[in-house]
């Protein structure tokens, strides 16, 4: 039986890691053996109407996995920069001397009446975080794992919402659609390397996103009288840990022939959709 707990050795890069579910991969990640280095904005965006991560959150993330036992080194960086991202390789690279994993999970959320209604900005910082950004992520790591030769492993963190449809908020589910589209290409040309590629879709998670987008939320998806954002399982919200779980399954040698498929953690929603 494959372990696992097997990245001893290995460094995993995370971005949108001060808290959520990066910080959740972090812990994770970091319990099996590998090294981290996280990366956050850490800092607000106009176009974003809930509080975004802080420089603090980011510290806490740090201090939580060296408290655990684990090796990690982080930074603020904007998954909108190139020359960030290129910086976050470059921390690991001198750091730990090698990149192994990527896990292209920073992102935000927004809603509107409609899409044909989202205000011009708000569509173009959507793309730029959600879509674009997981590209200059991948673009920055993929050459120090192709220089490495040993392979590696990427998971964008996609959505339900790439997989399915999303009234009131067009422009992310366009977003986490394209990004199925990224994992798909990505995969086929990385083949070669070893490296795999894929993306996980949850459902809601208990996060601070879902937490301040709470109180605009049931608003909008009410507005749609065939939108039941509910799952087929008896669970409103799954926890972050439930999405690092399979996460690790990802990145492990249990799942060292499994690229380029999109794995929905998302109690039957699509089923039921």
């Not at 995993?12 to 990066?22: P, S, W, Y």
């Not at 730990?96 to 999970?105: E, K, P, T």
């Not at 908020?169 to 199925?180: E, P, V």
């Not at 999405?243 to 039957?268: E, F, H, N, Q, R």
Request: charged share 20%; proline share 3%.
């Amino acid at each position: 039986m494959t372990s696992l707990d097997g990245l001893d050795g290995k460094v995993a890069v995370i971005t949108g890691g001060a808290r959520g579910q990066g910080r959740s991969h972090a812990l994770t990640l970091a319990g099996a053996g590998a090294k981290i280095v996280v990366c956050d904005i850490a800092a607000p965006i106009d176009e974003v109407q809930y509080a975004l991560a802080t420089s603090d959150d980011l510290e806490e993330t740090i201090q939580l996995v060296k408290e655990a036992g684990g090796e990690i080194a982080g930074m603020q960086a904007d998954v909108r920069s190139s020359a960030d991202m290129r910086a976050v390789a470059d921390l690991a690279v001198s750091q730990f001397g090698r990149i192994d994993i990527l896990l292209a999970n920073a992102g935000i959320h927004d809603h509107a009446e409609s899409t044909i209604e989202i205000e011009d900005d708000a569509w173009q910082t959507m793309l730029d975080v959600n879509l674009t950004g997981a590209w200059k992520a991948c673009k920055a790591v993929v050459p120090a794992m192709i220089e490495g030769g040993r392979g590696g492993s990427i998971v964008i963190t996609s959505s339900v919402d790439g997989l399915g449809v999303s009234p009131s908020w067009g422009h992310y589910g366009a977003a986490k659609h394209g990004l199925q589209g990224l994992k798909d290409t990505l995969a086929f040309e990385l083949a070669d390397y070893n490296i795999r590629v894929n993306t996980v879709n949850p459902t809601g998670v208990n996060s601070p996103m879902a937490a301040g987008l709470s109180k605009v939320l049931p608003h909008v998806v009410r507005k749609w009288k065939h939108n039941d954002r509910t799952n087929l399982l008896d669970v409103m919200m799954l926890e972050p840990q439930d999405i690092s779980d399979a996460v690790l399954w990802l990145v492990s040698d249990a799942a060292k022939y499994v690229t380029g498929i999109d794995l929905p953690i998302d109690a039957g929603y699509l089923t039921k959709h």
